[in-house]
Every structure is written in C-alpha cells, then in structure tokens.
C-alpha cells in the first residue's frame, strides 16, 4: 500500500494544519518570548484537534452509509474505544438484524445488556448463541453465571 497524506487526512484537514502551522511560525518569529512559543503550540493544537474531530465524525459517517458487517464492526471497535455504550448496542443490534446468526454480535450484545441491567436479555442473547453453536464456551459461561445469579436471587428472596 502506498502512503498518501489522504489516507490520514482529508484535502480540509491538512490545509487546517498546515495554516496553524503557519501561523504559529509567524507568531513565535515576530513576538520572541516563552509566552508566544506556547501560544504557537496551542494554535497547532486546537487545528490537529479540530482536524481530528472531523475526521472522527466523517469516518463514522462513512461507516454508518457503508452498513455491511465489517464496516459496523469498525465503527462497533471506535464506540468500544470510546466506552459508548448506548452507540455500541445500536450497532450490534444493527449487525444482528443483517446475519441473525453472527456469535461474536450476540455475545458482546448479551454482556452489554446485562452490563445495563437487562439480564434477561443477556440471557436470552446468550441462549441464542447456544441454539446456533452448542460448543460456545463464553455463551456457556454466560448462562452459568446468569442461571447462578438467578439461584442466589431466589435464595436471599425466600429468607
């Protein structure tokens, strides 16, 4: 693969940094003093993180429009990073309603419900990923512990 300055940025986006840059040599050279350095590297800053915000939301853009599994993956692997947790159901949701069958979607879908206190969602995720492929060990693992909860919930309630 070839390295081209637009597989990092956009035609906008290297013109945002290129101009901070500018501007930052052009203040740190005519105003010499310790404060102009650091207002010069807060001017290149703010562009590198304006840049970078709009590439983020035009990625995220072309992953939604894309909508095939793979790029809802990606996308699902940007929200994971971010800890969205709400974004992340949507879009495992999203991959279920394409491939009804997709074991990984159903399992991080399942711990997400049951991370959100939706267990019996969990539950009946996890079940699913049993009826598709009996030998799934972390479906397994996730009916066990929810089926245990379950029993200890029902022990604490008779006392």
């Known amino acids: 693969m070839n390295f081209e300055i637009s597989n990092l940025f956009s035609?906008?986006?290297v013109f945002i940094i290129?101009?901070?840059?500018?501007?930052?040599f052009f203040i740190s050279r005519e105003v010499k003093t310790s404060f102009s350095y650091l207002?010069?590297?807060?001017?290149?800053?703010?562009?590198?993180?304006?840049v970078l915000k709009d590439e983020r939301k035009t990625l995220i853009n072309q992953l939604e429009a894309s909508g095939d599994i793979n790029s809802l993956y990606k996308l699902a692997s940007i929200y994971q990073s971010e800890e969205n947790v709400p974004?992340?159901?949507?879009?495992?949701?999203?991959?279920?309603?394409k491939n009804p069958e997709d074991e990984t979607a159903l399992l991080n879908l399942s711990v997400l419900m049951i991370h959100t206190g939706n267990k019996e969602i969990g539950l009946q995720l996890a079940k699913k990923v049993i009826s598709i492929n009996p030998e799934n060990k972390r479906a397994k693992e996730i009916i066990e512990i929810l089926m245990d909860s379950k029993i200890k919930q029902k022990g604490d309630s008779e006392r």
């Open 11 to 13: 035609f906008a986006g």
């Open 18 to 24: 290129l101009f901070s840059i500018f501007i930052s």
């Open 39 to 50: 207002i010069s590297f807060l001017i290149i800053l703010t562009g590198i993180f304006v």
């Open 87 to 97: 974004e992340l159901i949507r879009v495992y949701t999203r991959i279920i309603e």
